[in-house]
């Protein structure tokens, strides 16, 4: 189904005395076609050769009309606008060919309301008669009285001797009330109009102005936000920034320390490793020396028994004691040696692990604060100041007091007086 539009779905000129008409749709047309052939069925209902032919011309042109516009309307539902329109302009011509030379057809007309009103007063058949002998139909076949008497009349009123001015006078009558009947619902359409436009225009002042005040106030709640997203995100940007700069002043510190954490790091592991191998290897030479000096006290006692004369005894028991003398003193050498060094490499040991200590509490120290400015939660003041001078502070050298040389003979019998 086809819907209005604001331009004639259809339009058709039946000349000067039809006048132009124009439809909105194709059920408009459609409609005021198949009311045209109803209003006109009568004269096939009269039962005559003539009326009846008559009665068909009508039907033929009117259905030619109907079947072009349905055809039209079929095209225009399948997008083919080319034959669509074709069909449309075969309508028309159909139309305005058949009403042209037949106007009498349409409302409002003279003639048609002269036979309506014969037809009206009792006398359909010789209305009728007056409808064939219109349309040029063959009078044969019907009756002769009934065909005098309606061509008199309409003689008689087409030459104005009969109610001609009177026909005419009531037809104008009532196209003028149709015409004030269809001013005063236009009127009535105005006024329905004008109320629902001042009505649409209320609403719609008060939905724009509702709107306005939604958006006025959505706007300014927007932009105290965004005034707060901005102050926040400077004051992010400012934290960062500092942070930043103070970040930058204690990288190369930090790295350093951090370098050094490593390096006591691996030194602590090696001189651990070296002292435990130390350890090893000197209890293995003082066992071996240990050793060897039993042998040549057993060998100073076993020698004299071994002796076949006195100068031979003297002089082996005299070698036997050089020997066990050098073994014990070599002994006591290695021992004093061996226990300095092990000493001294504990101290390298454990003085690393200080500087380790010492170096990862101030990377620790630097990152914390790093840290507590990026959350904002130190108060405000000169603490790179201090952290500075806790990362630079003097640093000594572990626990390390002395030179690291064996304590002297006189060191040692000093000790053992002492005590």
């Known amino acids: 189904m086809s819907e209005p539009t604001s331009q004639p779905y ?48 009508i039907v033929d042109n009117l259905n030619r009309a109907t079947q072009a516009l349905t055809h039209a309307n079929n095209h225009r539902n399948q997008g083919q606008v080319p034959q669509a329109d074709a069909q449309l302009e075969s309508a028309r011509s159909t139309l305005e060919s058949f009403i042209r030379s037949n106007p009498w057809l349409l409302p ?65 009558k009532r196209l003028a009330g149709e015409m004030q009947t269809t001013l005063t619902e236009y009127e009535e359409a105005e006024r329905t109009q004008t109320t629902r436009f001042e009505d649409l225009h209320a609403q719609l002042t008060d939905q724009s102005a509702t709107q306005q005040n939604t958006f006025d106030t959505t706007q300014q709640n927007r932009d105290t936000e965004w005034k707060k997203q901005i102050d926040d995100t400077q004051a992010e940007l ?44 000197f209890g293995y030479l003082l066992h071996t020396e240990l050793q060897g000096v039993g042998q040549a006290v057993m060998a100073s006692k076993v020698a004299p028994s071994a002796a076949n004369t006195q100068q031979a005894v003297a002089s082996t028991q005299s070698l036997v004691e050089s020997a066990a003398t050098w073994r014990l003193g070599s002994f006591i050498l290695l021992a004093t040696l061996g226990f300095w060094f092990i000493r001294l490499l504990v ?73």
């Not at 400015?373 to 806790?390: H, K, S, W, Y």
């Not at 050298?397 to 060191?411: F, Q, S, Y």
């Open 108 to 172: 409002n007309n003279a003639r048609r309301s002269f036979v309506e009103s014969l037809r009206d007063s009792g006398q359909p058949l010789d209305a009728a008669l007056i409808v064939a002998y219109w349309m040029q139909q063959d009078l044969n076949g019907a009756p002769i009285k009934s065909v005098v008497i309606g061509l008199l009349q309409w003689e008689l009123y087409e030459r104005g001797i009969k109610d001609r001015m009177k026909t005419e006078n009531a037809s104008l």
């Open 238 to 281: 400012n934290r960062l920034k500092e942070t930043y700069d103070k970040h930058m002043a204690l990288a190369a510190p930090v790295e350093y320390w951090d370098g050094k954490r490593k390096k006591h790091g691996r030194w602590t592991i090696w001189s651990f490793i070296t002292i435990v191998i130390c350890m090893l290897s």
């Open 10 to 57: 259809f339009s058709a000129d039946f000349g000067e005395h039809g006048g132009r008409f124009d439809w909105m749709s194709h059920d408009e047309i459609v409609g005021w076609i198949g009311q045209l052939q109803n209003q006109w069925i009568w004269v096939g209902q009269q039962q005559h050769n003539p009326t009846r032919s008559a009665w068909q011309t």
């Open 347 to 419: 101290r390298v040991f454990l003085s690393n692990l200080h500087l380790e200590n010492d170096a990862a509490e101030r990377v620790t120290m630097a990152k914390t604060y790093l840290a507590l400015i990026r959350d904002d939660a130190l108060p405000r003041g000169e603490n790179i100041n201090t952290v500075l001078a806790a990362l630079f502070r003097p640093t000594g050298d572990g626990i390390v007091k002395d030179e690291g040389l064996p304590p002297t003979a006189m060191e040692w019998i000093t000790k053992l007086g002492g005590k």
